[in-house]
């Protein structure tokens, strides 16, 4: 059964670079054309996209962070991690890995979510 | 952007129905999905394509949409759907997911 486990720094400066990174086990990482993605929630707040990249290296971003992210992935390590720069106190959430399953191009969904992680931008 | 529309809250007593809907622009021409989130959780994909239900999901979880709006229905209400709710949609002119506000499902 596919898990995801996301890991990083819980504590972030604002100006920094937030950095995770999710392990995948139970299944590859370049298995059946797979995609990945991450997907946060500010405390008491709804879902926000942040992007997914096929395991092959293209990525989709949310516009609105398009300019601050990076996803990247490392089939040797079965993981995929997320870099968003020059963090402010507006970055602050529960940030969750998931598998993103693409269809045709606009069929688009996340079936298999880790539990996420609390990230805190703070000085 | 493509802007996806919940109602914030539904009540419904155990035993009954519930009724989440999620309101777009022609969302009817877009494929949607449904996640369910509990309190201190990892949502959980509960219906994908409109109507379709992953592995493990009970089929008192169903879905429907036509023109401006899409559905999710919960028979049979139980104390442990009580849960966030949000409808999900990709948008291919801007290439990117759009996810509802989410709806907080109350089981009086």
């Known amino acids: 059964q596919l898990q995801l486990q996301e890991s990083g720094s819980g504590l972030v400066k604002p100006s920094q670079t937030l950095s995770l990174t999710c392990a995948v086990s139970?299944?590859?990482?370049?298995?059946?054309?797979?995609?990945w993605g991450w997907i946060r929630q500010p405390t008491g707040k709804g879902l926000e996209w942040i992007g997914y990249?096929?395991?092959?290296?293209?990525?989709h971003y949310n516009p609105s962070l398009k300019s601050r992210v990076t996803i990247s992935g490392d089939r040797s390590k079965d993981q995929f991690s997320l870099n968003l720069s020059s963090v402010t106190a507006a970055d602050t959430a529960v940030y969750y890995c998931?598998?993103?399953?693409?269809?045709?191009?606009?069929?688009?969904?996340?079936?298999?979510w880790g539990k996420g992680t609390t990230v805190t931008v703070s000085s | 952007s493509y802007v996806l529309t919940q109602p914030p809250s539904v009540s419904v007593a155990p035993g009954q129905t519930a009724t989440i809907t999620c309101g777009g622009n022609?969302?009817?021409?877009?494929?949607v999905h449904w996640y369910q989130q509990k309190a201190g959780q990892a949502p959980v994909l509960v219906v994908y394509?409109?109507?379709d239900r992953p592995s493990g999901i009970p089929e008192r979880f169903s879905g429907s949409n036509s023109g401006n709006t899409a559905t999710l229905t919960i028979s049979r209400v139980e104390a442990g759907d009580e849960a966030d709710y949000y409808c999900?949609?990709?948008?291919?002119?801007?290439?990117?997911?759009?996810f509802g506000g989410g709806t907080k499902l109350t089981v009086l």
């Open positions: 998931a598998r993103v399953v693409v269809v045709a191009g606009a069929h688009v969904y996340m079936d298999v």
């Open positions: 139970g299944g590859s990482f370049t298995s059946g054309g797979s995609s």
């Open positions: 990249m096929y395991h092959r290296g293209t990525t």
């Open positions: 022609n969302i009817g021409g877009y494929s």
């Open positions: 394509d409109d109507s």
């Open positions: 999900q949609v990709w948008d291919s002119s801007g290439d990117h997911v759009v």
